[in-house]
């Protein structure tokens, strides 16, 4: 894709209530993503049914000036960065309306497996249930092949299904409450590096100039069981 493309893609996807659901009730309207930044106001809500409001200049110009910043972080740091509409975007995803419209991910992107598994649980796990976690991933791979299991990479429950899906050679993927110019918890940083290298990916809807908030982790909770069987 070239960058123009891109750029309009990741401006289009950061706008507000833009979600794979009104993603699609736009694309059905005929409105493209530089259509979106390219019409006039009135003519975006006639097109819509939406509040005029919703489309004023200043707002989408503001968006798209952040976009610009984002699309070169993109191309600067290999990111790939997957609209609703490629071939490449996870597909069980696409059943949910308010999945994000685009992802941003590093590694081996998003290979469609034939069972993917999401394992999330509480942040301060005891030592039973994160034995209980370890075992129980490593019977998933005894029984069942071609396995992702996605989690988020936080303390607990989450890095310790990570962990397991690696010790026994099971892809994993850690959806990210934030955007990727950082790793949080900084300690796990070496297992995301892991993750990475053992075939997996790590991905994220939000860009680098998205500050790290408590609400994130609650929202990305959508995108790890939208990505699950």
């Given at each position: 894709m070239d960058k123009d493309a891109l750029l309009y893609q990741i401006a289009f996807s950061r706008a507000k209530n833009i979600n794979i659901g009104t993603a699609k009730v736009f694309a059905a309207k005929g409105i493209s993503c530089r259509d979106f930044f390219m019409l006039g106001a009135s003519e975006l809500s006639a097109l819509s049914?939406?509040?005029t409001e919703y489309f004023s200049d200043s707002k989408r110009h503001a968006i798209l000036e952040t976009a610009k910043r984002e699309c070169d972080f993109v191309v600067r740091n290999n990111i790939k960065a997957v609209f609703y509409t490629d071939n490449a975007f996870p597909h069980r995803l696409l059943d949910c309306d308010d999945a994000p419209a685009m992802l941003y991910t590093l590694g081996n992107g998003f290979k469609?497996?034939?069972h993917v598994i999401s394992v999330v649980g509480t942040r301060h796990c005891t030592f039973y249930g994160a034995e209980f976690c370890r075992q129980f991933i490593e019977e998933l791979g005894q029984k069942i092949d071609d396995l992702l299991i996605v989690s988020g990479l936080a303390y607990g429950v989450d890095i310790a299904a990570h962990r397991a899906a690696l010790s026994n050679n099971i892809a994993t993927a850690a959806v990210f409450a934030h955007g990727l110019d950082t790793?949080?918890?900084?300690?796990?940083?070496?297992?995301?590096?892991?993750?990475?290298e053992n075939g997996g990916f790590i991905a994220t809807e939000y860009t680098s100039s998205d500050k790290i908030h408590r609400g994130n982790f609650l929202a990305r909770n959508r995108i790890v069981a939208g990505m699950a069987d």
């Open positions: 049914g939406l509040k469609e497996y034939s790793i949080y918890p900084a300690e796990h940083r070496n297992d995301a590096r892991r993750i990475i």
